[in-house]
């Protein structure tokens, strides 16, 4: 049976049931159980012996841990949060060990009442339900948490519509935030928060007490599904960082983070792959698609017949050029980042596999034909004056000639020597004195790491990465067929969310051959989809329910499916089905016609700027085609009652 507890109130003023207050959040009991303090004094103070577990930035909120386990909020006053920290000081900080009787805030209760807001603070056990009754006392006053819950049950039960009714006059954002903790079972059942360009993204404890179809009625909300181990709530690009915002205060202990490290653990081999690649890939997408737009533009120009100063040309070629000729470098410091490295050791170790004087990997692999079909070894050419730099460098060591390369433009040496630094690195400061840390960690890091890479991870990873690579850009090339599969399949792969395993595949398209023909066949991909969503909306008799379907086609225009995706067309199947097909087309019509963009990761209509280089008109094909497969077919065989 679980034990009963007392807590020594916090502030000073008078103790009142919970349920007595004004807010309806903290009133029901969906932040926890405990009471309120009315007309608070102006101080709070350590009700315990622990740590302050998260210390909202505003100072009006404060997560407490006490040595056996309590977790306390103490929340001052009601929609204080909007105050933006004025008449609150804060005395300590979020990691701070506390004694009891420690001031851990000073407040202004005029300043509070002043803005309009009530002082009233409730002090609720946030992890109630690992204990029996929650008493709270202070100066001979008492309050049992479960007297004020069993007040609260005998006045009846709130019925769900009550509680959406209740929280009907709140802005948008909070009211969506409060209604979805409500529908996921409450502050207990969430152990992280966190959210993309879409979605807020959860963790729970227990899936059963989510009540998907209560969420899905959220106005504000495109939709709901189970991918990579997370709950994740479809609310549109820029509206999910308010909703975020708002639903972490709900559960401030939220505000740590944690929710990449608890879906990792949760995830399969094939997703934690994926997503590993992605939080390497992606912080450096950005800056290829910059230079991806400018070499279209610039390839746009050009084709119209404008002649550039042969200096001004040079200019240009190094903004387009320099992200992909120092690649490995990039790679290597995301790696670093990722994987708990330094980040600057990750750059010097990315610049050295593209040391400029030694020869590119893939000019040495081009020649390497040539040079055997004239019977010599590459030793031998290296000696000629025709094959200076397309040939290794020999590096005599103990009697043995050890070939050195570069690898401008190779994804996947870098990415592994990376991995190895950063871990290497680690493993260095277990035992290395902090007074020499500072260089000999980092000295021994690049040295090891440099002869490693040389001679064992870059040509073993290089190898590996032209045979999987290149198997993969020879199948995209593959006249129709390689589209077609790709282009079907793309968004299937993109529900299970292992999509980011592309990204690597993108880039060594780009540093190789300078064009990414899977940009363009993912973007028939897309806009199949928005295509379906599209013709779903227009079939929809329900005018609210047709505005929603709208409002969640309309990203899959810019390049964002998932709205489209998991609030229309997978919850019909049919009209996701027909979206793949209509990707299939577009995709099979892009390989004919062999179009390729200049840069990567944007689609669709932004996505048009990649193809200023002469290929605007068969973008703008493929896409119609795509488009057009995807609607029809969802307008002319897909039933409204389905």
């Not at 993204?201 to 989510?210: G, P």
């Not at 730099?389 to 390369?405: N, R, S």
């Not at 067929?481 to 993108?506: K, Y």
């Amino acid at each position: 049976m679980a034990k009963d507890i007392r807590i020594i109130s916090p502030l000073s003023g008078t103790l009142v049931p919970l349920n007595s207050i004004n807010d309806p959040v903290f009133a029901s009991g969906a932040m926890g159980r405990g009471v309120a303090v009315k007309d608070p004094k102006g101080q709070v103070l350590a009700p315990f012996d622990g740590e302050i577990t998260v210390f909202f930035p505003t100072g009006h909120a404060i997560g407490l841990k006490s040595d056996d386990g309590i977790e306390l909020l103490i929340h001052v006053g009601m929609d204080t949060v909007k105050m933006n920290g004025e008449g609150f000081s804060p005395k300590k900080e979020a990691g701070d060990k506390i004694k009891r009787g420690d001031i851990l805030l000073e407040f202004s209760p005029e300043a509070i009442k002043k803005a309009g807001y009530e002082t009233t603070t409730p002090v609720v056990v946030t992890n109630h339900a690992d204990f029996g009754d929650i008493t709270v006392e202070l100066d001979g006053q008492e309050v049992t948490a479960k007297a004020a819950a069993e007040e609260a049950v005998s006045a009846g039960p709130v019925d769900d519509d009550d509680v959406i009714k209740q929280f009907a006059g709140l802005p948008d954002a909070e009211r969506v935030a409060k209604s979805i903790m409500h529908y996921v079972g409450g502050p207990d059942n969430v152990r992280t928060a966190e959210h993309c360009a879409t979605r807020l993204r959860l963790i729970v404890n227990d899936k059963s007490k989510i009540q998907e179809k209560k969420i899905e009625n959220i106005e504000g909300v495109k939709g709901q599904f189970f991918a990579a181990q997370q709950y994740q709530i479809i609310c549109g690009t820029g509206f999910v960082d308010k909703v975020t915002e708002e639903f972490i205060k709900l559960k401030p202990s939220l505000a740590g983070g944690g929710g990449k490290e608890a879906a990792y653990a949760e995830m399969s081999l094939m997703q934690k792959i994926s997503r590993t690649l992605g939080d390497v890939f992606v912080p450096i997408i950005p800056v290829l698609v910059a230079t991806g737009l400018f070499m279209g533009a610039r390839g746009a120009i050009l084709s119209l017949g404008s002649e550039w100063d042969p200096n001004f040309l040079l200019m240009t070629q190094v903004l387009t050029d320099t992200a992909f000729a120092f690649l490995p470098a990039l790679v290597c410091w995301s790696t670093m980042n990722k994987f708990g490295g330094t980040a600057v050791i990750g750059i010097v170790l990315g610049l050295m596999l593209v040391f400029p004087g030694l020869p590119n990997a893939y000019v040495v692999g081009g020649a390497a034909a040539e040079i055997a079909e004239k019977g010599l070894t590459w030793v031998e050419a290296s000696a000629l004056p025709e094959y200076a730099g397309k040939t290794p460098i020999p590096l005599h060591v103990l009697g043995f000639d050890i070939p050195l390369v570069g690898y401008q433009g190779s994804v996947l040496p870098a990415l592994v020597l990376g991995i190895f630094a950063a871990k290497f690195q680690q493993w260095l400061k277990t035992f290395i004195p902090d007074m020499i840390d500072l260089i000999v960690t980092p000295f021994l890091t690049l040295t090891v790491s440099m002869a490693l890479g040389f001679l064992v991870v870059g040509p073993i990873m290089h190898g590996l990465e032209s045979i999987v690579f290149g198997a993969v850009q020879n199948f995209l090339t593959i006249p129709v067929i390689g589209g077609l599969i790709i282009g079907g399949l793309q968004q299937v792969i993109v529900i299970f969310g292992v999509h980011h395993v592309f990204s690597a595949l993108e880039i060594y398209l780009l540093s190789t051959q300078g064009s990414d023909p899977f940009n363009a066949i993912i973007t028939c991909a897309t806009i199949a989809q928005g295509g379906a969503a599209l013709a779903v909306s227009l079939k929809t008799q329900d005018p609210r329910k047709r505005a929603l379907y709208i409002s969640s086609t309309v990203p899959a225009f810019l390049g964002i499916t998932e709205p489209a995706i998991f609030g229309i067309n997978l919850r019909l199947m049919k009209p996701f089905i027909f979206g793949c097909c209509g990707g299939a087309a577009g995709g099979a019509v892009s390989s004919f016609l062999g179009l390729a963009g200049t840069g990567m990761g944007i689609t669709v209509l932004p996505g048009m700027l990649l193809y200023m280089n002469g290929q605007i008109l068969q973008y703008i094909i493929v896409n119609l085609i795509a488009f057009a497969v995807g609607f029809a077919l969802t307008y002319t065989l897909f039933k409204h009652d389905e």
